[in-house]
């Protein structure tokens, strides 16, 4: 065998001892890559089950003039949705979701959504009607039993429309600040966290024709003033020294002096503030501003009468406190 024959055989063997390796990380690279491939299909498999949201029909039905068209406003959690008409005579309806009215009669709208092998569907009743028939809304109220809240109350806002029998009664709620307040399509209204905030109804059939109603959400449980949420500092000590960097002595800090006086003139605020804010309560429940039995002078009276109460516990707890003395030294506890 030549010299050339035999350089050529171990050029071969040192290039396929090098390739080994890299031919197998290609192979791991690839199973790895098939394996994140599987596991998005069985995540995407196991998805849950899309939502469908209609915000211009969320009674159900809807009536529309014929000649006109009208948007569902129809949204998912599933990405596309697909719309059929059960009788395109009366009415087709576009991939969009816009619905137009060709001549008076009934059709369901059938609004799919579809999520790898979960599937969901959400249908509208339009009525379509002769321009003759058909009684456009000019105007809108809005009403309510309790326009003051709890935290987690619930209630719901009412609308009332001008002329009484509009033709297309659905309308679209908005909560000013949803941190407050929360709003339902269908218009229950939830009290989220303490604060001021204005649910706005806007009819979908006149954009013009809007009303809003503000409501107040307040932390009630907030008021029952029991020792627990007047603790101070010093209390936490229960009564026990702080190391005060004294070379002399750790102080022994113990309630004294006026402390048992203060005390009792706290607990009598705190019973008083506690009493004005069930008042305060009940009567807002009791009463309504819808039916003329709600006086704001009688419900703002109970409120200041609360907050004098809580203010007067509060200085009192300051008095209270500023009366820990060591009973080593005699010197009293800072502030």
């Given at each position: 065998?030549?010299?050339?024959?035999?350089?050529?055989?171990?050029?071969?063997?040192?290039?396929?001892?090098?390739?080994?390796?890299?031919?197998?990380?290609?192979?791991?690279?690839?199973?790895?890559?098939?394996?994140?491939?599987?596991?998005?299909?069985?995540?995407?498999?196991?998805?849950?089950?899309?939502?469908?949201?209609?915000?211009?029909?969320?009674?159900?039905?809807?009536?529309?003039?014929?000649?006109?068209?009208?948007?569902?406003?129809?949204?998912?959690?599933?990405?596309?949705?697909?719309?059929?008409?059960?009788?395109?005579?009366?009415?087709?309806?576009?991939?969009?979701?816009?619905?137009?009215?060709?001549?008076?009669?009934?059709?369901?709208?059938?609004?799919?959504?579809?999520?790898?092998?979960?599937?969901?569907?959400?249908?509208?009743?339009?009525?379509?009607?002769?321009?003759?028939?058909?009684?456009?809304?000019?105007?809108?109220?809005?009403?309510?039993?309790?326009?003051?809240?709890?935290?987690?109350?619930?209630?719901?806002?009412?609308?009332?429309?001008?002329?009484?029998?509009?033709?297309?009664?659905?309308?679209?709620?908005?909560?000013?600040?949803?941190?407050?307040?929360?709003?339902?399509?269908?218009?229950?209204?939830?009290?989220?966290?303490?604060?001021?905030?204005?649910?706005?109804?806007?009819?979908?059939?006149?954009?013009?024709?809007?009303?809003?109603?503000?409501?107040?959400?307040?932390?009630?449980?907030?008021?029952?003033?029991?020792?627990?949420?007047?603790?101070?500092?010093?209390?936490?000590?229960?009564?026990?020294?702080?190391?005060?960097?004294?070379?002399?002595?750790?102080?022994?800090?113990?309630?004294?002096?006026?402390y048992d006086f203060y005390e009792q003139e706290r607990a009598k605020s705190a019973s008083e503030a506690l009493r004005y804010a069930n008042l305060k309560n009940q009567y807002n429940r009791t009463h309504s501003w819808q039916n003329g039995t709600f006086d704001a002078s009688t419900f703002n009276s109970y409120d200041s009468m609360h907050q004098f109460y809580v203010?007067?516990?509060?200085?009192?707890?300051?008095?209270?406190?500023?009366?820990?003395?060591?009973?080593?030294?005699?010197?009293?506890?800072?502030?």
């Amino acid at each position: 065998m030549s010299k050339s024959s035999i350089f050529a055989l171990i050029l071969s063997f040192v290039l396929t001892v090098a390739l080994v390796p890299c031919l197998a990380f290609a192979a791991e690279t690839n199973l790895a890559a098939g394996v994140t491939a599987g596991a998005t299909t069985l995540t995407t498999q196991a998805a849950s089950t899309p939502k469908i949201t209609i915000t211009r029909a969320a009674t159900g039905k809807v009536a529309v003039k014929a000649g006109k068209s009208y948007k569902l406003g129809a949204k998912t959690t599933a990405g596309k949705l697909s719309y059929k008409s059960s009788s395109k005579k009366v009415a087709t309806v576009s991939s969009k979701g816009v619905i137009k009215a060709k001549k008076p009669g009934k059709t369901t709208i059938t609004i799919t959504a579809k999520r790898g092998s979960k599937k969901v569907s959400k249908k509208v009743t339009v009525t379509v009607l002769s321009p003759k028939k058909y009684k456009p809304v000019k105007k809108i109220k809005v009403k309510t039993d309790f326009t003051y809240l709890d935290i987690g109350e619930v209630t719901s806002v009412k609308t009332i429309f001008t002329p009484s029998k509009a033709s297309n009664r659905n309308v679209i709620y908005k909560s000013s600040n949803t941190k407050v307040l929360r709003v339902s399509a269908s218009g229950k209204v939830t009290a989220v966290a303490p604060g001021v905030a204005k649910i706005t109804v806007t009819s979908c059939d006149n954009a013009k024709a809007k009303a809003s109603i503000k409501f107040e959400v307040d932390d009630y449980s907030a008021y029952e003033l029991i020792d627990d949420d007047f603790t101070s500092s010093a209390d936490q000590d229960n009564g026990q020294g702080e190391n005060q960097s004294s070379s002399v002595h750790e102080h022994n800090y113990q309630p004294g002096g006026n402390y048992d006086f203060y005390e009792q003139e706290r607990a009598k605020s705190a019973s008083e503030a506690l009493r004005y804010a069930n008042l305060k309560n009940q009567y807002n429940r009791t009463h309504s501003w819808q039916n003329g039995t709600f006086d704001a002078s009688t419900f703002n009276s109970y409120d200041s009468m609360h907050q004098f109460y809580v203010n007067q516990a509060q200085e009192y707890i300051k008095l209270r406190d500023a009366e820990y003395y060591c009973s080593i030294c005699g010197e009293k506890k800072p502030a």
